[in-house]
């Protein structure tokens, strides 16, 4: 019924005034007012309807205002742009046609890029990004390894503050100083461990420079000694190893240790300069005396002119009684921190006795090197040390032992140098046959002052002695084994109280 009341309404419409062109009937809005149309009386068509069209007309003029106002500069926004379409598209396809042409020339750089900087080919920037990458990644550790040097400096300075208590300190450094050489053999190309190596070795300078002030010490005791040629041995494994040989086990360490417990030894008898000097004055005084006698062609009282010397037996009581405890201490520390290079030398004497016995060689005794070993071997530091400390005795003997003259403090002095042998003699150092030639130390051989009852000097010197050794190996005996070690060792000490 609706298409048959528009074909009814258009004549009319085409007639009116409307706006053209007319709506069709396909649309929607057309064909549902018909059709409202269609459902309402004919009284309403002329009463209602157009008072209903009229307030929907107004309406919706009011809502396009509102609209209108609410959108303008939208609207006039889209119609700027809508002017500029125009412009726009031709530009748009020009540069669309720029980048159909550059396609194959990107299509051929990518190619290039991803052949040049495959994984499987060598490429400089590419290795110069894995190791960033790399470092990245290992950050904390390669700050870990930078302070290596660090903490290896500061073990030692706080091994160094604390002294002989600083054991831990000491074996925290040397424990790193075996991480950062292991890190040196395992990576000898990095720059960067050359260099904390290099650190590294300045460091242990210091660490020696302070094992060895711990070697110097005056009050050293054995544990402490065998820990710091332990330390030693560690830092500088060479002074044991390139130098070792048959008769030279302990390598230069034997020599190293030996030096500085004489350096100690030598700074000891230092501190008695004040009573060395008294005991020079009187030096100068008895030569001076023997001088004026001389003049007087009264040699043979010249013994009897001089009173002095009082000074020099306390400077030579006290140089014996030190040179004693010292020479003790250092050899039988020595025998006990390499005991190996102390075997050595027994087997060596034991073969040597065996052959003046005319025995067979000892089997265990280490065998007998060449002649051409002879010329090359280093001695073991062992066999001329005691030498040279008894050249010290008797050097310093044979100066001041003339300005004493008096009987008692002649015989007081050469039993205590006879304990002093006794001490030596238990650790193979034994000089008591020497000691005899002592005696003739006071004569004055230059002025050609002669004593004549040296020999008697020295028999009831050795007889005193004898008798006072036996006396103590008696109390010794009645005392049991525990005493006797003191009493032989106190021996001196014990006649000079007397």
């Known amino acids: 019924m609706a298409d048959s009341l528009y074909e009814l309404l258009v004549p009319h419409l085409e007639s009116s005034h409307l706006p053209k062109p007319l709506p069709s009937f396909d649309d929607p809005v057309t064909t549902k007012y018909l059709d409202r149309v269609y459902t309402l009386p004919l009284s309403s068509l002329t009463t209602t309807e157009p008072q209903s069209i009229t307030q929907a007309s107004h309406s919706m003029l009011l809502s396009i205002q509102s609209l209108s106002l609410r959108s303008s500069a939208e609207i006039v926004a889209s119609s700027d742009h809508l002017s500029n379409v125009r412009d726009i598209l031709p530009f748009l396809a020009n540069e669309a046609q720029k980048l159909g042409d550059e396609i194959p020339t990107l299509d051929k750089r990518t190619v290039t890029f991803s052949s040049q900087y495959s994984r ?34 500061s073990a ?28 040196y053999l395992l990576y000898q190309d990095s720059p960067l461990i050359n260099t904390i190596y ?38 500088v494994p060479d002074l044991e190893n390139d130098f070792a040989s048959t008769t030279n086990r302990e390598g230069l360490l034997g020599y190293l240790f030996l030096v500085c417990r004489l350096s100690t030894l030598v700074s000891t ?21 023997d001088h004026h006698t001389l003049k007087r062609s009264k040699p043979s009282s010249s013994a009897s002119d001089w009173q002095g010397g009082q000074q ?11 040179f004693r405890e010292q020479s003790f201490a250092i050899i039988s520390m020595y025998r006990s921190v390499f005991p190996a290079a102390s075997d050595a030398a027994s087997s060596e004497d034991l073969n040597q006795k065996f052959k003046t016995l005319g025995l067979k060689i000892n089997p265990l005794a280490p065998k007998e090197p060449s ?60 000089f008591s046959l020497l000691v005899a030639s002592f005696s003739s130390y006071g004569n004055d051989e230059e002025d050609g002052i002669e004593d004549e009852d040296d020999d008697g000097e020295w028999m009831e010197i050795m007889k005193k002695h004898r ?26 000490l014990a006649t000079r109280k007397k």
């Open 371 to 430: 002649a051409e070993d002879l010329l090359t071997m280093t001695p073991s530091a062992l066999s001329s040390f005691p030498l040279h400390l008894i050249s010290m005795l008797s050097d310093t003997l044979r100066q001041y032992l003339p300005n004493v003259r008096d009987r008692s403090s002649r015989e007081s002095l050469f039993t205590q140098i006879l304990y002093c042998a006794g001490s030596l003699g238990r650790l193979g150092g034994d």
């Open 467 to 492: 008798e006072l050794a036996g006396r103590l190996e008696a109390l010794a005996s009645g005392a049991g084994t525990g005493g006797a070690g003191k009493s032989v060792e106190k021996g001196g």
């Open 269 to 289: 008898l230092s501190a008695l300069e004040p009573l060395r000097l008294l005991a020079d004055q009187e030096t100068e005084n008895r030569l001076r005396n």
């Open 198 to 235: 290099r650190q590294t070795e300045n460091a242990m300078q210091d660490l020696i420079s302070n094992l060895l002030s711990s070697l110097r010490a005056p009050n050293i005791k054995l544990a402490a000694g065998m820990r710091t040629i332990g330390w030693l041995r560690r830092v």
């Open 120 to 153: 499987h080919q060598e490429n400089e920037a590419l290795e110069k990004r894995k190791r960033a990458l790399l470092m990245e990644r290992n950050a904390d550790r390669l700050s870990d390894i930078l302070d290596l040097p660090k903490l290896l400096s």
């Open 312 to 322: 020099t037996e306390r400077y030579l009581k006290r140089f014996i009684e030190i």
């Open 156 to 183: 030692i300075s706080s091994s160094a503050a604390q002294g002989s208590l600083g054991t831990g300190s000491y074996t925290s450094a040397l424990d790193l100083y075996s991480h950062i050489k292991r890190l």
